[in-house]
C-alpha cells in the first residue's frame, strides 16, 4: 500500500509540472492541424489583398495589415485526446487565431487534463500564446484548479514552458475547503508546486468545531508538497479574541493539506491569548519572547495542545496571565504551555525562571520569586492560580523574604509554601528557618514547623522587647528554637510551641509554649517553664587612673532561676508573675511558692519579687530552712522578708524559731526573726 501511494504521489507531481506545457503544445498541435486544413481555402488571398479606398485612411490600411498577419481563425472548439477510451486532456475555445509571428490568440478559454478521477484545469477570458517564447498571457476572469487548489485573478501569465504561473492582483487563492487567500500578486512553481503570494496578503481558514483564523502579512509561500506555508515581514495571527505579532511564521500542514500540525512565530513575538470561549473578558494570557512554536492535537483537532516560548539575547520568554488588576507573569529562556479544549492549564521552564505579581499601574512587584524551574498552574477562566518554584528558590514579598529549594504560591487560598533543608525568612518580627514555612494572607499568618530555629527582631517594640522583662536584653536579638513558629502581622504577634528555647547570652526561656504580643508588649509561657535571669549586673571595671594592686577578677553574678507552669510578662504593668508549682534558685538556695510576682523598674530590669502561698526557703549551706505566707526579695539589697502567722525557721539540729517576720540577708547568710514567740 505504502509503495502505491509513493506512486501516485509521484505521478500526481509529474501531472503538476508538465500541466501547462502539455497543454500549451497540444493547443498548438492540435491549431495547426487545423491551420494546415484551411490554407489555400477558396477566396481568403484575394480578401486578403483586396485594395482598400483612398478615404479609409490608415484604419484601413491596419486593419489590412492585420489581415495580413492572420494565418487562420475559427469559432468555437472543442477537442478531446483519449487513450484507450479514456479522456487524458480537453481544450475548449469560444474563438481562436493565429498569426504569422507564431501567436496563437483566443477567446473563451478552458483546458482540462485528466488522470483518473482526477482534473486540472485553466480558464479564462482571452489567452495569447507565443510558440517563439513559449508564454501565454491569460486574461479576464482567469480561473486555475486541481489538486485541491484554486486560483482566481484578472490576469496570469504562463512562462518556461508551462511551468512558471504569474498572475497579477487582486489575487484569490483557495486552498482545501477551509483556507483562503488574498494577495497583490501571485507566483506559482508548478515543477515545485511553489506558491509565492506577495502582500499584503491575508490567510484566512474556519476548521470545523474551531475559530475562524487569519494571517496578515508582507509575502507568503506556500510549498504544497512539504505541506508548508512561510509568511514573512510584520505577521500577524488573530483568531478570535487571541492574537499574535512576529517577524515571521511557518504552519506546517498534515497529510490532508488542511489540518494544521505547527504553528512556528519568530522575531519580536507579542500577544495575547484569550482563554477560550466563556472566559471572562477581562481575564487573558499576554506573552513576548523571541520565538513561539504551537502544537495543535491529533486526530484532527483544530485547538493548540501546546505552546513553548523561547528568548532571544536581549529578552526573556514571558507569559503573564491578567485578571483585574492582577498580572502575574513567570520569564525564562524556555516556557512551555499545555492546552486542554482551547484552555491553557499548566505551564512547566526547566531552566532558570523569574515569577512576578503586579498589581495595575504599579511598577515595582507586589510578589516576586525566581528558582532553577517552575510550574504554573492556570484556572478555568485562564488565569494564573497556582505557581511552584523549585531548586534555589528566592522569594520577595511585603512581609517577608525567603530562601528554599521549593515554593509554592496558592493564589485561590492566598497563600505562599517555602521548603528547604531548611528553609529561611526574613521579615519584620524577626528570621527564622524550618524545612517548612507557610504564610497565609488572609489571615496575615506565617508558620514554621518541622523544627524551627530563628531570631527574634530587636529594639524597642520588637518582637525581643516582649522577653525584656524575664532578663533578655531590649537591644539586642533574641535566638530561638521551637517545634514551630507562627507569626501575625495584624496585630503583630507570635507563637513558639513545642520545646521552646529562647536565649540572649546566659539568659534563658524554656516552655512548652511562647506567646507574644508586640503591640501590647505581653508575654505569655506555658508548661514547664524555666527562666535564667542575670538579677544582679555585673561588676563595673575601676575608674582609669585609680591605684589597684593586682586586683582580682570579678566574680561573675550568679543566675537566677525560675521554674513555674505558668507565666506572664506585661511591660505596660512592669510585672513578670509565675505561677504554679514556682521554685526559685540561685545556688543552692531555693524558695518555692504558689505564684511570684517580679516587679520591674524603668528598664524593665526585676527590682524585687513577690512571693505567696506557701512559702518555703531553703538553704543547705547555711543549713535551714524558713516557712511563711509570703515573701518579698529587695534585689538590690540581697535580702529576703518572708512573713506570715507564723513564720518558721528550722536548723538542721532541729531547732525551731518562728515569729511574724523572717528577715534574710542573702550575702551572709544570716536570718533574723523578729516577733519571735521562741
Known sequence: MKGMRGKSQATFKGLRRGLLALLLVALGVLLGLYFLGRQGAPGEESAASAPT?????????????????????????????????????????????????????????????????????????????????????????????GSGMTIASGQMQLSRGGKFLAAAGPIALRQGAYWTGQASALEFDVALDLVRMLGPVVISGRLPGAEPVEMHAGRVVLNRSARMLRARGAVSVRRGASHFA????????????????????????????????????????????????????AGGAAEAREM??????????????????????????ALALQLVAGRPRTAQSSVPVHFAEYLRGVDAPLRSGRADRAEVEFGDTGGIVRVVLAGGVTLADPKFRGWGEQALFDFADERSELLGEPARTEGESGELSAPHVVYARKTGLLTADRGVRGVLQRGRGGAASTLQGVGFRDDLPVEFQADEAIFADAPRRFLLKGKVRAWQGRSLLLADQLHGEEAEQRLSAAGGVRTLIPLRQEASSPPAGTAAAAPAPAATPPMTEVVADLLTYRRNEATVTYTGGVRLSEGVRTLTCEELVAELDGAQRVRRMVGSGKIVLQDPTAGRSVQGNTAIYDVAAETIELSGDPVTMKDDSGATLSGKRVLYDLKSGSARVAGAAQ
Open 308 to 333: 513553548r516560548f523561547e528568548s532571544g539575547r536581549k529578552r526573556l520568554a514571558v507569559i503573564a496571565s491578567v485578571a483585574g488588576e492582577v498580572t502575574r507573569e513567570v520569564a525564562s529562556r
Open 53 to 145: 479606398a483612398d478615404g479609409a485612411g490608415d484604419a484601413t490600411a491596419q486593419a489590412a495589415t492585420q489581415k495580413d498577419n492572420v494565418v487562420a481563425s475559427s469559432a468555437a472548439f472543442d477537442y478531446t485526446q483519449a487513450v484507450e477510451g479514456q479522456p487524458v486532456f480537453n481544450v475548449h475555445g469560444d474563438r481562436f487565431l493565429t498569426t504569422r509571428d507564431g501567436k496563437v490568440e483566443l477567446e473563451g478559454v478552458r483546458f482540462e487534463v485528466f488522470r483518473g478521477a482526477v482534473s486540472y484545469s485553466v480558464a479564462s477570458d482571452t489567452a495569447t500564446y507565443d510558440s517563439n517564447s513559449q508564454e501565454a498571457l491569460l486574461a479576464g476572469n482567469v480561473q486555475l484548479a
Open 246 to 297: 512576529s517577524e515571521k511564521a511557518e504552519l506546517f500542514l498534515a497529510e490532508d493539506g488542511e489540518t494544521p500540525v505547527a504553528l512556528v512565530l519568530d522575531g519580536s513575538l507579542t500577544g495575547s491569548y484569550a482563554a477560550g470561549p466563556g472566559a471572562d473578558a477581562g481575564e487573558r494570557v499576554d506573552f513576548q519572547g523571541a520565538r513561539l512554536t504551537v502544537e495543535f492535537g
